[in-house]
């Protein structure tokens, strides 16, 4: 085979080199920007503003509030509950504001302690309160008394006689109660002065007395002791704190005469006392020392003097 033939074999033989694709700019399409058409924005301004107030009318005559339902008042009607919450028939519920409705009702109902305040569509509130459970009697400064709870929240006034279905707190008297309002407590004044003539200053504040008489009051609660079963509770001496437990027995307050010291370890003290009449029964008495001091963790049990 000469080399011409093998020449034009290779010829025959060889791949052919693929064609390179021409760019083509067929499927970009320019356009000419349009001019501003003012009147379009503003026909599109009516459109929007149109759709929300056909919106807003629609919540007016929709969603009003015709049915309230109130839940866990004893101490109220649910007609006081609803007024005292400053809601109206026929407001929009998607308008109401809870937490006002909420605290407007706290402060004119004062055994009222927690609120809860919900919408439920298309036309019902509903109200769930909790009134307060266990309530103590307390004087002011003038001798009247009052009811507060344990957190210190003054209730009412009362009279003397029905100061006998409550605990009765003694070692500190209010200032100025009001009832809804926190209660504070009366300051002593100086009493006596120095060799050099200086008043004697105070040493425990009445805010301090407060403070201990309700940290007992929380623990008790705690702890299951409610109601008047504790038919006081002295913070005369703020570092010897005591309470009389159970009926009067023998010309005392109470047949049991508990010594619960200073305010420290309050929960782990009423737990010891409870455990400790349980274990020896309400119908007996005794004096009982729960001071926790060096010498015991527990209850030290004393005979009751008779009077």
């Known amino acids: 085979m000469d080399t011409n033939d093998r020449n034009r074999r290779r010829r025959r033989t060889a791949v052919p080199e693929p064609k390179r694709r021409k760019r083509s700019d067929a499927n970009v399409v320019y356009t000419e920007a349009k001019p501003f058409n003012r009147n379009r924005f503003i026909l599109q301004l009516v459109t929007v503003a149109a759709v929300v107030i056909a919106l807003l009318l629609g919540l007016s005559i ?15 009607s649910a007609y006081e509950i609803r007024v005292a919450t400053g809601l109206q028939e026929g407001e929009n519920l998607l308008t109401i504001n809870s937490a006002k409705a909420s605290g407007r009702l706290l402060k004119a109902l004062p055994y009222v302690h927690k609120v809860r305040v919900q919408i439920k569509l298309p036309d019902t509130v509903l109200i769930e309160v909790e009134e307060v459970k266990v309530i103590y009697a307390i004087q002011e400064k003038n001798e009247d008394w009052w009811l507060i709870d344990c957190g210190g929240k003054v209730l009412e006034k009362v009279s003397v006689a029905e100061t006998k279905k409550y605990t009765r707190l003694r070692g500190v008297r209010l200032d100025s109660p009001v009832a809804g309002e926190k209660a504070v407590a009366e300051e002593p004044v100086p009493e006596g002065t120095t060799p050099d003539g200086e008043p004697i200053p105070v040493t425990v504040y009445g805010s301090e007395r407060l403070s201990a008489l309700l940290s007992v009051l929380r623990s008790l609660e705690k ?13 005369t001496n703020i570092g010897a704190i005591e309470l009389w437990y159970g009926d009067s027995y023998e010309g005392h307050e109470g047949r049991y005469h508990v010594w619960l010291g200073d305010s420290a370890n309050m929960d782990q003290k009423i737990r010891i006392m409870k455990q400790t009449i349980a274990d020896r029964g309400e119908n007996q008495s005794g004096i009982l020392d729960i001071r926790l001091n060096d010498k015991t963790d527990g209850a030290v049990c004393m005979p009751l003097d008779k009077k």
Request: aromatic share 14%; hydrophobic share 45%.
């Open 223 to 235: 702890n299951g002791v409610l109601g008047n079963v504790v038919s006081s509770v002295d913070v």
């Open 62 to 76: 929709f969603f009003k509030a015709e049915k309230f339902v109130v839940s866990g008042c004893k101490k109220y």
